[in-house]
């Protein structure tokens, strides 16, 4: 699976949009971004996923770059419970051993009043 | 529909004791992952499984720890002889196929070892 570089940490303040980037540089052709997020020592939670199209679904939009190299989390109007490590993922969607999600550090989102 | 169920949410082991973890899928899922999350790092891989069938096991360390999901019942992970570094929530996940979309997870269970 590709590597992923996220920024450490980021702030926001409550009721705009949150942006949260992610570089893939070493992205292959059949690989997917997935986000997830973490909040609070809870399971990591499912938030959208995409290959080359932006997604958008009633959590977040994706923006992937028309090289596929990066890409952007967008929370349209964050609120404080969307306080959490964000994980930016790449990987195969395919059967068998490329099942497994390789998680980095992720980018820890305040979102303050 | 519950969810991934883990069982127990909390669990402290002294040193040189086992623990087993349990993970439920959800309805309809076969296919079981379980993560480690030690103290301020990211989840890790350690293992997935089908069905009475390991599938994956690249992230498991060698000694000591084992996974296992029966035809009937929960899946399974044991830590036989837990030591300190042990100590960390242990995340399971499900998904239908095992192409991983859909993946779910589970609350975890944190193993604190005392």
């Known amino acids: 699976d590709a590597k992923t570089t996220q920024p450490p940490s980021m702030d926001c303040a409550e009721g705009r949009a949150a942006n949260l980037p992610c570089n893939h540089s070493?992205?292959?052709?059949?690989?997917?971004v997935y986000w997830y997020r973490q909040i609070h020592s809870q399971g990591p939670q499912y938030i959208i996923h995409?290959?080359?199209n932006n997604e958008t679904n009633e959590m977040a939009s994706l923006i992937i770059t028309e090289d596929r190299k990066s890409s952007t989390l967008i929370l349209p109007h964050a609120t404080l419970r969307d306080t959490a490590v964000y994980y930016c993922?790449?990987?195969?969607?395919?059967?068998?051993?490329?099942?497994?999600?390789?998680f980095g550090t992720g980018t820890r989102l305040q979102v303050t009043l | 529909n519950a969810g991934v169920m883990q069982n127990p949410r909390h669990l402290v082991r002294r040193r040189g004791q086992e623990a087993r973890l349990r993970c439920s899928p959800m309805?309809?899922?076969?296919?079981v992952y379980w993560y480690r999350q030690l103290p301020e790092e990211g989840l890790k891989f350690m293992v997935y499984?089908?069905?009475?069938?390991?599938?994956?096991e690249s992230g498991m360390p060698k000694e000591r720890f084992s996974a296992e999901f029966p035809k009937e019942g929960p899946s399974i992970l044991r830590i036989q002889q837990v030591v300190r570094g042990d100590s960390a929530a242990y995340f399971c996940?499900?998904?239908?196929?095992?192409?991983?979309?859909?993946?779910?997870f589970g609350s975890g269970t944190r193993l604190t070892v005392v």
């Open positions: 996940a499900s998904s239908q196929d095992g192409r991983g979309n859909g993946y779910t």
């Open positions: 070493t992205i292959s052709g059949n690989e997917y």
């Open positions: 995409g290959l080359k």
């Open positions: 993922i790449v990987r195969v969607a395919a059967l068998g051993t490329a099942s497994k999600l390789t």
């Open positions: 309805k309809g899922h076969s296919h």
């Open positions: 499984l089908q069905k009475e069938n390991i599938i994956d």
